[in-house]
Every structure is written in C-alpha cells, then in structure tokens.
C-alpha cells in the first residue's frame, strides 16, 4: 500500500505564489510520474503538471511560464510551485503518482484559492 501526503494549499491574492508537496511513501519500487492534477467542481479533473523519472516534464498550456514542478528522487516527493497566480488557478489540487509502471495512488486534495 502506498500513502500520499500533500501540503502546501491555501488562500492568496491574485499575482501571489503557492507551493505545494506531495510525499510518497509505503511499498514503492520505483515511481514512473508524480504530478498534479486540479478540478473545479461540475469540470473534469485536469493535468496540471507531470514529472518522470528522467525529469522531463508536462505542463498544462495555461500554466506554463508561471507553475514548475520539480521531484526529490530520494524522498519520493514532488512539488508544484506556483507563481503568478490567477483567479481561475482555484480548484482542488490533487497528487498523482505512478507505481511500478501499474500501480496509480490520488492524494487527498488540497484546496488553492485565488482571490482577485
């Protein structure tokens, strides 16, 4: 069984930044991708960022020159900093890890709201 702990979510102003984490742990092999995905309610849940093992990278095209995503092989974590944040950035913000090229772990959710 795998566990995802996430952090980081919260309230900021338009033009702020977040930075969000993502720590695995439990019975892993090897982890193919971490990365994040967000959803507003009534919208399907979308890729916001991905990371492989190798490190290259996925970026949704509207967060693109302000999200990164970055991972810490050695502490299975990943995480997502934000900048530049917009009003329509809020959504629920999930992690999603790859397991053993099978295996595919949610986290909890974390909440990241943009006021204007």
């Known amino acids: 069984q795998v566990q995802l702990v996430e952090s980081g979510g919260g309230l900021v102003q338009a033009g702020g930044s977040l930075r969000l984490s993502c720590a695995a742990s439990g019975s892993i092999d090897y982890i193919n991708a971490m990365g994040w995905y967000r959803q507003v309610p009534g919208n399907e849940r979308e890729l916001v960022a991905r990371?492989?093992?190798?490190?290259?990278?996925n970026y949704l095209d509207a967060v693109k020159g302000r999200f990164t995503i970055s991972r810490d092989n050695a502490k299975n974590t990943v995480h997502l900093q934000m900048n530049s944040l917009k009003p329509e950035d809020t959504a629920v913000y999930y992690c999603?890890?790859?397991?053993?090229?099978?295996?595919?772990?949610w986290g909890q959710g974390t909440q990241v709201t943009v006021s204007a």
């Open positions: 999603n890890v790859r397991i053993n090229s099978v295996y595919v772990y």
């Open positions: 990371i492989f093992g190798g490190g290259s990278t």
